[in-house]
């Protein structure tokens, strides 16, 4: 049962142009992540935000920007995408009834850059 | 900071046997340790998790893990895969409560007949 959708599932891409990836969960949870995961299945934390504020920002390049409008989305914008960034980009949550530590994981968006 | 290593990226396993998958972690204090399934072309999937306590937890699907803090470890077990375990599975450690998730490397699981 999926209770963090993301969109699109796919997106294919030219260098350049600017994406944006869509998630929403419908938890209740109060806290909500970007994980990259590269061809190799390698993953890695980007952002994570808590109640709209930014409370996780990994090294990522200045192209990615995290934006929410309320506590149950995370958006993820990249301008002028770069080859590197073909990936598949995972969005999560968790809740403080948690520890904030079991995080919840959505389908993933699978991105290809032309 | 934590880190997290499972040395075997890839492991062949016959359907009915036994499967072990593992991790070891690096972090100074108390460790919260996860497993995640990744089936193909899907998200993450919580197998089980380790809160301080009991070192032997039991997850979905007849897995279980055992945590030793004297070998810094978290293996994964199952007495008997099915084709269905066909996956990537993924160690994970939040450092404490800090909710910043670091992830081992993962292991792919291929079970032949």
């Known amino acids: 049962e999926t209770a963090v959708f993301q969109t699109p599932n796919y997106h294919v891409t030219q260098v350049g142009n600017e994406v944006s990836f869509n998630c929403k969960q419908t938890?209740?949870?109060?806290?909500m992540y970007w994980y990259k995961q590269d061809s190799k299945k390698l993953l890695k934390i980007m952002f994570s935000?808590?109640?709209?504020?930014?409370?996780v920002n990994e090294t990522v390049p200045r192209r990615f920007s995290p934006q929410s409008s309320d506590k149950a989305h995370l958006n993820l914008r990249i301008k002028s995408v770069e080859p590197e960034d073909s990936a598949v980009y995972l969005c999560?949550?968790?809740?403080?009834?948690?520890?904030?530590?079991?995080?919840?994981f959505g389908p993933g968006t699978r991105l290809t850059v032309l | 900071a934590q880190s997290v290593t499972q040395p075997d990226a890839r492991v062949t396993v016959s359907e009915g046997a036994s499967l072990q998958l593992r991790c070891k972690y690096s972090?100074?204090?108390?460790?919260?340790l996860f497993w995640y399934v990744q089936y193909p072309r899907q998200g993450l999937q919580l197998l089980l998790k380790?809160?301080?306590?009991?070192?032997v937890v039991q997850g979905v699907n007849g897995f279980e893990a055992e945590f030793s803090k004297s070998n810094s470890s978290f293996h994964l077990r199952k007495a008997s895969v099915h084709w269905s375990d066909w996956a990537v599975y993924f160690c994970?450690?939040?450092?404490?409560?800090?909710?910043?998730?670091?992830f081992g490397e993962g292991t792919q699981v291929t079970v032949i007949s």
């Open positions: 999560a949550s968790s809740s403080p009834g948690l520890g904030y530590a079991e995080q919840f």
């Open positions: 938890l209740g949870h109060d806290t």
């Open positions: 935000y808590n109640n709209k504020q930014l409370i």
């Open positions: 972090y100074f204090g108390t460790p919260y």
């Open positions: 380790y809160y301080p306590g009991d070192p």
């Open positions: 994970g450690d939040t450092g404490g409560l800090s909710g910043k998730l670091t």
